[in-house]
Nanobody, 111 residues
Framework: VQLVESGGGLVQPGGSLRLSCAAS????????MRWYRQAPGKEREWVAL????????NYASSVKGRFTVSRDNEKNTVYLQMNSLKPGDTGVYYC?????WGQGTQVTVSS
């Protein structure tokens, strides 16, 4: 099983980024997928969930209305569209599925 995140980077406040997480080694379409993040000096926190079919989504209150999670089961990939980014969104973003984790991708929101 492998989960590989990409798409992180440095962005100014108010900007946008789209993260991707490519999965392999398991039947991706059978599993809910989640995004988490970990800010420096803080515990990892849950950000978003998408159900196996993509019909169900849920978000942490801190990102609701700004972030959108989606998935493409044909491509075995889950996405996190992040808009109106704030400095408080800075951290390493991880995807999780089937109890496996990716290595994370760094997002830095700073002017």
């Amino acid at each position: 099983v492998q989960l590989v995140e990409s798409g992180g980077g440095l962005v100014q406040p108010g900007g946008s980024l789209r993260l991707s997480c490519a999965a392999s080694g398991f039947t991706f379409s059978n599993y809910d997928m989640r995004w988490y993040r970990q800010a420096p000096g803080k515990e990892r926190e849950w950000v978003a969930l998408i159900g196996s079919s993509g019909r169900y989504t849920n978000y942490a209150s801190s990102v609701k209305g700004r972030f959108t999670v989606s998935r493409d089961n044909e491509k075995n990939t889950v996405y996190l569209q992040m808009n109106s980014l704030k400095p408080g969104d800075t951290g390493v973003y991880y995807c999780e599925g089937h109890d496996y984790w990716g290595q994370g991708t760094q997002v830095t929101v700073s002017s």
